[in-house]
T-cell receptor, first 117, second 114 residues
Framework: SQTIHQWPATLVQPVGSPLSLECTVE??????LYWYRQAAGRGLQLLFY??????ISSEVPQNLSASRPQDRQFILSSKKLLLSDSGFYLC????????????????FGEGSWLTVV | DAKTTQPPSMDCAEGRAANLPCNHS???????VYWYRQIHSQGPQYIIH???NNETNEMASLIITEDRKSSTLILPHATLRDTAVYYC???????????????FGKGTHLIIQP
């Protein structure tokens, strides 16, 4: 079966410090990968998506970047965090058509809480 | 993706069926109806999805009207652990790449009462 893991689960970082959140997917190959952010009391916002190694598309301009060094690894980074980067960050994946269920359902990780102080 | 309308909150007694409505009157013929839920401080959990026919799995049933302009998610025997925000999303299930991520609205906060 397929699983998705992201870490760390919680993070408190000072303003101006770097960030690295990591996500890995097991049990599938060539997934689409996504990074979402959910600010306090707000909906989910798609930040980045990737259809393959080294292929990253950004949905919103921001202080963050994403990389995909391996097929099932997705990393969210920042060189200098801002207070506004605080939030709940979610990694997600979907398989190719029909796998593992009909259509191409998107599945989410457990999330990472980031507090910038 | 088509817009959806859900009530902001609902209550349901433990052990009873929870019926969560969703309106998607502008849905296109190639758009699926997806349901997710998000328990506080956790990632969204996929529940079920469908195109035209009613669907059932171990978690829930999805009833889609014949004109596909609305749907209902049914949790047959709600428990306290079903308290969560439930999101109804309509989306084209494309086979290619691209920005096919999900667009989440505000959902319905379902509260299961003991």
């Amino acid at each position: 079966s397929q699983t998705i893991h992201q870490w760390p689960a919680t993070l408190v970082q000072p303003v101006g410090s770097p960030l690295s959140l990591e996500c890995t997917v097991e049990g599938t190959s060539n997934p689409n990968l996504y990074w979402y952010r959910q600010a306090a009391g707000r909906g989910l916002q798609l930040l980045f998506y990737s259809v393959g190694i080294g292929q990253i598309s950004s949905e919103v301009p921001q202080n963050l970047s994403a990389s995909r060094p391996q097929d099932r690894q997705f990393i969210l980074s920042s060189k200098k965090l801002l207070l506004s980067d605080s939030g709940f960050y979610l990694c997600a994946w979907r398989g190719q058509w029909g796998h593992p269920v009909p259509g191409n359902t998107i599945y989410f990780g457990e999330g990472s809480w980031l507090t910038v102080v | 993706d088509a817009k959806t309308t859900q009530p902001p909150s609902m209550d349901c007694a433990e052990g009873r069926a929870a019926n969560l409505p969703c309106n998607h009157s502008t849905i296109s013929g190639n758009e699926y109806v997806y349901w997710y839920r998000q328990i506080h401080s956790q990632g969204p959990q996929y529940i079920i999805h469908g195109l035209k026919n009613n669907e059932t799995n171990e978690m829930a049933s999805l009833i889609i009207t014949e004109d596909r302009k609305s749907s209902t998610l049914i949790l047959p025997h709600a428990t306290l652990r079903d308290t969560a925000v439930y999101y109804c999303i309509v989306r084209v299930a494309s086979s290619g790449g691209g920005a096919d991520g999900l667009t989440f609205g505000k959902g319905t906060h379902l509260i299961i009462q003991p």
